[in-house]
């Protein structure tokens, strides 16, 4: 499937709220405002039992980012976990193109995406409680953002703290890596609370 949601500098990510918790679900809008997409959890009925059982932070959990029309454009994944988790980014066919290995920091998570053989593509790191993250190539060039924090004449559209943004340099055009780097950052929030 060819897509171009991967080829945005700057994606705004705004949860919305399900009062029920089952399955969190965010919408994905481009730097104009417009609705590009959306990431949805998906959760089979055993699951949504288990939840109510079992700490988040054991469960496996898969989410899967979608355009306007419903297709998925990639998918996160992780199994289920006792320590630091191993997560598998898939492209929309289904097949693997990186892991996301976590390295336990109090408040300041780092996050390393690696190819299916194992070599680094890139690094988000930062600070969880000040939701303010950077994104490093595997030359530790810094490559994109992840904040609460921007300007621009989309601020007017999210003017709320719960909205974050997610930006990657228009110079950075190694395409694919850019799908894998773009997933994990997107669905970080989703990944964090899932840790919880």
């Given at each position: 499937?060819?897509?171009?949601?991967?080829?945005?500098?700057?994606?705004?990510?705004?949860?919305?709220?399900?009062?029920?918790?089952?399955?969190?679900?965010?919408?994905?809008?481009?730097?104009?405002?417009?609705?590009?997409?959306?990431?949805?959890?998906?959760?089979?009925?055993?699951?949504?039992?288990?939840?109510?059982?079992?700490?988040?932070?054991?469960?496996?959990?898969?989410?899967?980012?979608?355009?306007?029309?419903?297709?998925?454009?990639?998918?996160?994944s992780r199994g289920w976990t006792f320590f630091?988790?191993?997560?598998?980014?898939?492209?929309?066919?289904?097949?693997?193109?990186?892991?996301?290995?976590?390295?336990?920091?109090?408040?300041?998570?780092?996050?390393?995406?690696?190819?299916?053989?194992?070599?680094?593509?890139?690094?988000?790191?930062?600070?969880?409680?000040?939701?303010?993250?950077?994104?490093?190539?595997?030359?530790?060039?810094?490559?994109?953002?992840?904040?609460?924090?921007?300007?621009?004449?989309?601020?007017?559209?999210?003017?709320?703290?719960?909205?974050?943004?997610?930006?990657?340099?228009?110079?950075?055009?190694?395409?694919?890596?850019?799908?894998?780097?773009?997933?994990?950052?997107?669905?970080?929030?989703?990944?964090?609370?899932?840790?919880?």
């Amino acid at each position: 499937m060819k897509s171009d949601f991967f080829k945005e500098h700057d994606y705004f990510i705004d949860e919305k709220v399900n009062f029920f918790k089952f399955g969190n679900v965010y919408s994905i809008f481009n730097e104009t405002g417009e609705n590009i997409g959306a990431i949805k959890q998906q959760l089979s009925f055993g699951q949504k039992i288990l939840r109510l059982l079992v700490g988040k932070p054991v469960l496996p959990f898969k989410l899967d980012i979608i355009n306007p029309d419903n297709e998925v454009q990639a998918s996160i994944s992780r199994g289920w976990t006792f320590f630091m988790s191993k997560i598998v980014v898939s492209d929309s066919y289904g097949s693997e193109i990186a892991t996301i290995k976590q390295k336990f920091k109090l408040f300041k998570p780092t996050f390393k995406i690696e190819d299916p053989s194992g070599t680094l593509i890139a690094e988000i790191s930062g600070d969880w409680k000040a939701w303010s993250f950077v994104i490093k190539d595997n030359n530790q060039a810094q490559i994109g953002t992840i904040n609460k924090k921007w300007a621009g004449a989309v601020k007017e559209i999210f003017t709320t703290a719960d909205k974050y943004n997610v930006h990657i340099d228009p110079t950075y055009k190694e395409e694919k890596h850019r799908v894998a780097i773009l997933s994990a950052a997107i669905t970080i929030d989703m990944v964090l609370k899932n840790q919880k």
